[in-house]
């Protein structure tokens, strides 16, 4: 069983960045892929990047490229999403999940997944 848990989320100024941090409750945290997806209100769940079990190679979502950077640190079970230059459509809740395959981009790939965190960019 995975349980995840992610934090950083938070109120910003359009412009501004965050960093979210989501851990993972697995002792083969290194066997599993892991993926960030958001959900704005109203919306369906969408990608937003994708990191494979050694930490490279990494995807992204057109709209995370050269802003979003995905990362993990197996010795701490945790991956990481650097959000850079935010902007108000950002706002979301950013949701972390986990498989053991890699390359997956929809939803109902991912079988294990945290509680999210809030992200509110304001203009």
């Known amino acids: 069983q995975v349980q995840l848990l992610e934090s950083g989320g938070g109120l910003v100024q359009a412009g501004g960045s965050l960093r979210l941090s989501c851990v993972a409750s697995v002792h083969n945290f290194r066997s599993y892929a892991m993926v960030w997806f958001r959900q704005a209100l109203g919306k369906e769940r969408e990608f937003v990047a994708t990191?494979?079990?050694?930490?490279?190679?990494?995807f992204y979502a057109d709209f995370a490229k050269g802003r979003f950077t995905i990362s993990r640190d197996n010795d701490k079970n945790t991956v990481y999403l650097q959000m850079n230059n935010l902007k108000p459509d950002d706002t979301a809740i950013y949701y972390c999940?986990?498989?053991?395959?890699?390359?997956?981009?929809?939803?109902?790939?991912?079988?294990?997944w945290g509680q999210g965190t809030q992200v509110t960019v304001s203009s």
């Open positions: 990191v494979s079990w050694s930490g490279s190679p990494t």
């Open positions: 999940a986990a498989d053991f395959r890699y390359g997956g981009f929809k939803a109902s790939d991912y079988a294990h």
